[in-house]
């Protein structure tokens, strides 16, 4: 065996997804770049300046994105299973597309921004489902947690970069930033163009097709908890995060950043040793999720100590170690419980509660630190971790259930 074929044959990917897959991600990556960096740092900077339109036109440009995006998620997974992954794709993409070139040639106005807001959610909806999926389809057996592990890890930086990129943009004085939005979002469609039209389903029969929809509710339904307190747990800080730091945990902000680098750190360094752990079997992917939110809830539980900052960087790796167990683990678990046939669908309930995690992470995080003080959000992060982490085990019966 050559060295370029065993390099192949360790990846998590079959041969002929790897394509499809990095099309689909680079499409995603598009997407996620310029809808952060819009919403989270552009249009609050220059909506009076440039637009003349007041600052709660941002808020309300950021709720209708969000909300619109959360509300399709679902139907979102159900067109993708009816239709296939490049008519859906497409659709989204230029979706997207087209409410930027609102924002960007039409008349400035309140009622256009949360139209242009609204449809650009409704676009994006599809773009997690549609990457999602297709990994899932195209892993090898016994790497689905890698895999999407891998495919969604790599995306998620990009919100930051974007964040970055158009914060910094804000300061030209001009329209360049909605510009290479629109540029970007219309090389996210033409990547969509190189999906497959059907799903890249791994050769054979899948078992589980033959389920009763009873069944696949059932499969559906524990995976709620976890779904939800996957982003919520990430939310709860994030807004409020460099206040905390300021005022409870002593931490200068390059301080901050080496904390959070550890903890990225050893989350990355570590996840090829746990996504190889979860995906042995489903009985293991439950076990990398209870483990993983058991280890996040000691890591809030001592952060709300509000210790010395030498033991803050312990936590902190503390805090990274869960989610590299959470991550994949959470991932092989979806694949495995859910039956392929109706995994779009299915998908797009468990995305859609996912985004309503990241939309209450930051309310419950603020309203737990006006009454708490700083380590309100921590006892609340430990809690509802700890509680999930618990459910695990009392779910044990249903997931084995669902793997007959």
């Known amino acids: 065996?050559?060295?370029?074929?065993?390099?192949?044959?360790?990846?998590?990917?079959?041969?002929?997804?790897l394509a499809p897959v990095g099309a689909a991600a680079a499409a995603l990556a598009c997407a996620e770049f310029v809808r952060s960096g819009l919403y989270g740092a552009y249009l609050t900077q220059v909506i009076d300046s440039q637009f003349g339109l007041p600052v709660t036109a941002a808020a309300g440009a950021w709720t209708a994105h969000f909300l619109t995006d959360t509300v399709m998620?679902?139907?979102?997974?159900?067109?993708?299973?009816?239709?296939?992954?490049?008519?859906?794709?497409?659709?989204?993409?230029?979706?997207?597309?087209?409410?930027?070139?609102?924002?960007?040639?039409?008349?400035?106005?309140?009622?256009?921004?949360?139209?242009?807001?609204?449809?650009?959610?409704?676009?994006?909806?599809?773009?997690?489902?549609?990457a999602m999926n297709l990994t899932a389809d195209a892993a090898r057996e016994g790497y689905q947690g890698r895999a999407l592990a891998m495919v969604a890890n790599g995306i998620l930086p990009l919100s930051?970069?974007?964040?970055?990129?158009?914060?910094?943009?804000?300061?030209?004085g001009d329209l360049f930033a909605l510009g290479l939005g629109l540029g970007l979002l219309l090389l996210s469609a033409g990547l969509t163009l190189l999906l497959p039209l059907r799903r890249v389903l791994p050769p054979g029969p899948d078992p589980s097709e033959a389920r009763p929809a009873r069944s696949v509710v059932g499969a559906l339904v524990p995976l709620l908890p976890a779904a939800f307190m996957q982003t919520l747990s990430m939310t709860l800080l994030g807004p409020w995060l460099f206040r905390i730091a300021e005022e409870g945990l002593n931490l200068s902000y390059w301080s901050l950043v080496a904390m959070l680098g550890l903890g990225g750190a050893v989350a990355y360094g570590i996840m090829p040793l746990?996504?190889?752990?979860?995906?042995?079997?489903?009985?293991?992917?439950?076990?990398?999720?209870?483990?993983?939110?058991?280890l996040v809830s000691l890591a809030f539980a001592g952060f709300a100590f509000l210790p010395a900052p030498w033991l803050l960087f312990v936590l902190s790796a503390v805090a990274g170690l869960g989610y590299a167990f959470l991550s994949p683990a959470w991932a092989a678990l979806v694949a495995r419980v859910l039956p392929v046939a109706q995994r779009p669908a299915a998908w797009g309930v468990l995305m859609t509660v996912e985004n309503a995690g990241t939309a209450l992470g930051p309310l419950l995080g603020g309203l737990a630190l006006a009454q708490a003080g700083v380590p309100g959000p921590f006892v609340l992060g430990a809690v509802l971790a700890g509680l999930t982490s618990a459910g695990y085990v009392v779910f044990r019966r249903v997931f084995q259930e669902a793997r007959g």
């Open 1 to 17: 065996m050559t060295p370029a074929r065993s390099r192949r044959n360790r990846l998590p990917l079959r041969a002929e997804g």
């Open 73 to 130: 998620r679902s139907p979102a997974g159900a067109l993708l299973g009816r239709y296939g992954l490049r008519p859906v794709a497409l659709g989204g993409a230029a979706l997207s597309a087209l409410a930027l070139a609102l924002m960007l040639l039409a008349p400035p106005s309140v009622g256009l921004l949360l139209l242009a807001s609204a449809l650009h959610g409704a676009g994006f909806s599809v773009m997690w489902p549609v």
């Open 160 to 172: 930051g970069v974007g964040f970055l990129v158009f914060g910094a943009l804000a300061g030209r």
């Open 274 to 294: 746990t996504g190889r752990f979860a995906d042995r079997d489903q009985g293991r992917a439950r076990a990398g999720v209870m483990i993983g939110y058991g």
